[in-house]
């Protein structure tokens, strides 16, 4: 049987009371231009094309990074 783990991507997005940035996984390959989304650790959030200001920036969220971390 030949098993594939799941893919996440993560990827700058606001947050949807303060507007600031976090990186947040998401599940798939890579994101697919979709406008918004569910983050692993719950969060619906829109999406966009982030800047290099925004990679630079924005934290890890915690909760996705405990989340995929207890995954593995």
Known sequence: ?????????????????????????????????????TTVCGVEVAMATPTDLDWVTAPTCADCNRTLRELS
Do not use: C, I
């Open 1 to 37: 049987m030949n098993f594939e783990p799941a893919r996440h991507y993560w990827l700058p997005t606001p947050s949807p009371d303060s507007g600031v940035f976090a990186r947040h996984a998401f599940r798939g390959r890579r994101w697919e231009r979709q406008s918004a989304d």
